[in-house]
DNA sequence: CGTTTCATGTAAGTGGTTACATGATTTC
DNA sequence: GAAATCATGTAACCACTTACATGAAACG
């Protein structure tokens, strides 16, 4: 999904800036879609020339101007139209993974940094996740509340997995298997 | 993570031809790492000028010839080298859920069609670890197995959620929102 | 005082995707 | 007969990433 529907769509849930919507894939948006901050402004100008968004500009004493940006129709109908013809794709992209399929040949340190690094990660994004639905959850859309609720429940579901398993991973195999002292016979 | 990396990583895992490689992504690995087709051939050509990897090419009859590929110690060692500085980042990367966040603006139909097809796909991706880890498991380095049945607690997780929360989402919320009528376009 | 927050961009480079090309054999 | 499987690639494009640039104010 490209960086400019992502856009419109931050501006229909309220976003006014480019500022904003940074803030947005930083925090919520971001755990499910990536996006890089300057791609933001680049796609914010691009879809002002299309006429799909139309900008004003805000002077602010004491902090930088902004420009704040709004959908046109043509902007929304973009969007839906992007929204319908989108592949609803699904997939967990995991380097934390692919790191672990491989746990033998990385540092036991490696590892236990990885691992608490990304359950820190999943109770910081629980709680806030729960923050949100508790103040905004009520007047927000559901489907807006559903993704909230989904998310939390998958995250929940991670933390546990990985607490029961983590042991699995850290004992090292009894004998058989230390390191890879030859690697050619895997197959 | 780049496609060479991954491919390293295919070929410590006992694949031995691009094809071998690709099945693999379609397969298990797909599900959470990227790769395009065309992109696994020329990583394997990449991986070969720099000394990552030998091939060997493979006469056969009745079918196309194939050219297995075999990680030599560099690339052992390159790989080594490229897991401990990947930063093991770990996202639900999902159009599914942007779409399902603005479920209203989309017609039930297709949001019925995208729960459907990835419930679809979970049970079988389910089955599919299920039965691996039942056949092949056993065997398997303790890192593989530990993703396995992390993936299969995340997968059920998300069955169940999906399960449990999906009439949220199909009971149009009550009047105030009754989809977009205006959408000309594609809808 | 140093760092974070606010706020918006440019420039260069490339890795990856899409689309295309080939062709025999097995399966339905 | 049509379609999928096996098997490997080339060519071109461009969206995105990384790094860099700027600068005031608030916070600690």
Redo the contacts between chains.
Sequence with gaps: ?DTKT?CL?AL??GDKTGYDIKKRFEESF?????VAPSGIYRALNDLETAGDVEASLVQQTGRPNKKMFKPTPAGV?A???A?????????????????????????PA?IED?LN??TGELTALIDQTDAWLKEEGGSA???????A???L??M???L???ER?RS??ERA?PEA?HA?PD??P??
């Design positions: 999904m992502l769509g229909l849930l971001g755990f499910f879609l990536d109908a969007f839906d139209r929204l319908a013809q989108t592949p609803a794709r699904h997939r967990v992209h995991s380097e934390l993974l692919f790191l672990l399929m491989f746990a033998e040949r990385v540092s490696k990885a690094h990304h859309p559901p489907g807006l509340r559903f993704v609720r989904f998310g429940d998958i929940r579901a991670e546990e997995s990985l398993r699995d991973l195999p298997q890879n690697l050619e895997v197959a």
